[in-house]
């Protein structure tokens, strides 16, 4: 058995069961609806309430939360290796870090190494897939963590956008654009940079064609087809992501095409019917 944990955010995307095979522990950040606080929900039961006209918002992992994950397993003589979700949307990292340094004074014994994965969605997941089956090969941590370091920055994000009314809410874009966008079909395409932070990188005439430049930036900027995986995540609109998921195997052949849903906490932010395509890359532009 492997002498260290593995703890990821839920921010990854990957589904329950696939965490719970590969052994990855989650620190799950939060999301409030009207003044319910959550962990966890159901995700069909999220968007309905979304579509009902929530507006969740969405709270960081704090110190104290990976201060009571990291306590057990220190005690338990186990090393922790920490994935955490990108600092350039949340202040999640730099809480692993102050409960790190306070953790290190009380159990000097123990090692707990951090990576800011710089990462979202099933972008982060690629990362923390790879690297729980590199712990599950019996990879030491060390190298478990140079293989992210090396990595995340290699993991290309794609977006697109079909709700401007929710972009506009969340502050991303103004009234007047949101109207006038809507009335002409335009479909934002958005992108993860270096920096981990949500950019824009254009938009298109209508969904057909915003899936076509999700398209075409995989196939000009991933890598290895067959021998790596294409994620595809989708904000309830599963109907659409299976369809391109299906166009992207025909096309590039990938050795897998994974596909689920974007989670409550980054749903919370982008709304309904966004998809996301996320592989391994070039580099993330």
């Known amino acids: 058995m492997s002498n260290y944990v593995l703890i990821a955010n839920n921010t990854c995307d990957l589904p329950e069961e696939l965490l719970k095979e590969l052994d990855v522990t989650v ?22 309430k979304v579509r009902e006209g929530a507006m969740p918002s969405t709270n ?12 057990p397993a220190l005690e ?7 994935l955490a979700f990108s600092s350039g949307l949340s202040t999640t990292y730099n809480s692993a870090v102050i409960a790190a340094e306070e953790m290190a004074e009380k159990y000097p ?30 990879e030491s941590m060390e190298a478990v963590r140079d293989w992210v370091e090396e990595t995340k920055l290699k993991v290309a994000h794609w977006f697109t956008v079909n709700d401007l009314g929710h972009l506009k809410r969340g502050g991303r874009i103004s009234g007047a654009q949101a109207v006038i966008g809507g009335m002409l079909g335009v479909k934002p395409i958005l992108r993860v940079n270096d920096e981990g932070r949500l950019v824009s990188a254009g938009k298109a005439r209508g969904r ?47 050795k897998e095409v994974f596909v689920n849903f974007v989670g409550p906490v980054i749903g919370s932010h982008t709304g309904i019917g966004v998809i996301a395509v996320l592989y391994l890359a070039t580099g993330r532009e």
């Open 109 to 138: 014994d123990r090692k707990i190494l951090l990576v800011d994965t710089l990462a979202v969605c099933l972008g982060e997941g690629l990362l923390v897939r790879g690297a729980a089956e590199r712990r599950l090969a019996g």
């Open 76 to 82: 338990a003589g186990k090393d922790i290796l920490c």
């Open 208 to 254: 057909a064609a915003a899936l076509a430049e999700l398209q075409t930036q995989l196939e000009k900027s991933g890598v290895n087809f067959a021998e790596e995986t294409v994620y595809i995540a989708h904000a309830d609109c599963e109907e659409d992501a299976l369809k391109f998921a299906e166009e992207v195997r025909v096309k590039l052949n990938p």
């Open 27 to 48: 620190l799950p950040l939060g999301f409030t609806i009207g003044d319910d606080n959550y962990k966890t929900m159901p995700v069909k039961e999220f968007y309905q």
């Open 60 to 71: 960081a992992a704090n110190v104290g939360e990976y201060v009571d994950l990291f306590e």
